[in-house]
């Protein structure tokens, strides 16, 4: 503030005030841009010392300029490059080729798939492996094993006596017994008595439940034979009732919403519950091996938690029964000695509390509790005469 300036008076407005606010806006704004300036220039700067332009004038297949790997990744690529060309590298890297031309010789077989790229190499494992197998295929005991295996799979899987199980014949397909059984029980099931009129009454109770719709005038032919149940059809004439009252005429809509909202989940529902999800899902070993971990850890954790909870619950009850018999809450207190005898009949303190009780009630059996909270827990101070003094 300058001294030669007069200060204004209570009632006037410094003439000044609004210059000097402009003049310090645009300076600051002209600062902040400036800097602003700067700092981009050197994040550019830094950007291009970071990731220089590549050496190599091709990157890719496709040359869309030298790429720009940063300092880091060049530093330890030239780090590689020095270790690889020095003498322990080149060294080791001769002894890994050398085992690997020795652990993965190359096949004799000049075409061992369909088209031949050359002998396919395995490991030496795979190929004394392949050579066991070959000689265990053609010894006595393994001639013999696959004629049990052959005969075996022929009485498993018998011929079916229809030629045509499909649309396509590529001869007579071949079911397990259990299946074969299980397809001629429900043939024979189907074509006994009580079978012909179980379907005959499950076609009537079809034709009942699902009545012919019968379409006015307004809709089309094509919806003359759509079937509802009856159900949907009490629905959807009450709801035809709904919408001319006065509460339907004015709250409809949220009817129509929440009808909208429940299709949607269902079809929702159906959708992630569908039967080719779950066999998808239960297709992949990993969650075949999840589910199983998860039940092991429910039946472990019920058969071996259990008794650790029962004993939890019990303590618990009857530490409340004790402070409720303290506190005079007699009710809670024989409430919680109930629940703690259900759990455990033998459990001391419930006793005790029950015997306080009957002694509380003039009741004929404190006797009997007493002596039953002796006998489970035979102290000093329990086999006194005060718990067995006669009533």
């Known amino acids: 503030m300058n001294m030669g300036e007069e200060k204004p008076g209570s009632g006037e407005q410094p003439r000044r005030q609004g210059r000097r606010e402009g003049s310090h806006r645009l300076k600051h704004s002209q600062l902040m841009s400036w800097m602003a300036d700067r700092w981009w220039h050197f994040g550019n700067w830094f950007f291009n010392w970071w990731h220089p332009p590549s050496d190599n004038a091709y990157p890719s297949n496709g040359s869309y300029g030298r790429s720009g790997s940063n300092r880091r990744s060049k530093l330890w690529r030239r780090l590689r490059h020095r270790i690889r060309r020095s003498g322990p590298g080149n060294l080791l890297g001769a002894m890994l080729w050398r085992f690997h031309e020795w652990w993965y010789p190359p096949s004799k077989d000049p075409s061992p798939h369909y088209s031949g790229y050359g ?114 059809l009490a ?38 519950f569908a039967w080719h999800r779950i066999q998808k899902f239960l297709s992949k070993k990993q969650n075949v091996a999840v589910l199983v971990v998860l039940v092991i850890a429910v039946v472990a954790g019920y058969t071996y938690g259990r008794p650790h909870y029962r004993l939890y619950v019990e303590r618990l009850y009857a530490r409340q029964a004790e402070q409720f018999m303290l506190k005079g809450d ?52 329990n086999t006194a005469s005060p718990w067995l003094r006669p009533r």
Not at 248 to 271: C, H, N, P, T, Y
Request: charged share 25%; glycine share 4%.
């Open 119 to 232: 002998g396919a190499r395995r490991s030496r494992f795979a190929i004394a492996r392949h050579h066991l197998q070959g000689r265990l295929k053609r010894s006595a005991f393994g001639r013999r094993c696959g004629e049990i295996y052959a005969r075996l799979y022929e009485w498993w899987y018998p011929v079916l006596d229809d030629p045509y199980p499909y649309s396509g014949y590529y001869g007579r397909k071949r079911k397990s017994r259990p299946v074969v059984a299980w397809r001629k029980f429900k043939r024979w099931v189907r074509d006994s008595w009580p079978g012909k009129r179980f379907r005959e009454f499950l076609y009537r109770f079809d034709e009942w439940w699902y009545p012919p719709y019968q379409a006015s005038q307004g809709y089309y032919a094509h919806y003359q034979h759509q079937r509802v149940s009856r159900p949907v």
């Open 235 to 272: 629905f959807r004439r009450w709801r035809r009732w709904f919408r001319k009252t006065w509460i339907g005429r004015e709250f409809g809509w949220m009817l129509d919403e929440v009808i909208v909202l429940f299709s949607f989940l269902q079809d929702k529902a159906a959708q992630a």
């Open 330 to 381: 007699f009710a809670r207190a024989f409430l919680r000695a109930r629940q703690v005898m259900d759990i455990n009949p033998d459990n001391v303190t419930a006793c005790r509390v029950n015997a306080q009780l009957a002694d509380w009630a003039n009741s004929p059996f404190a006797l009997y509790w007493r002596q039953r909270t002796t006998m489970l827990e035979p102290t000093p101070t």
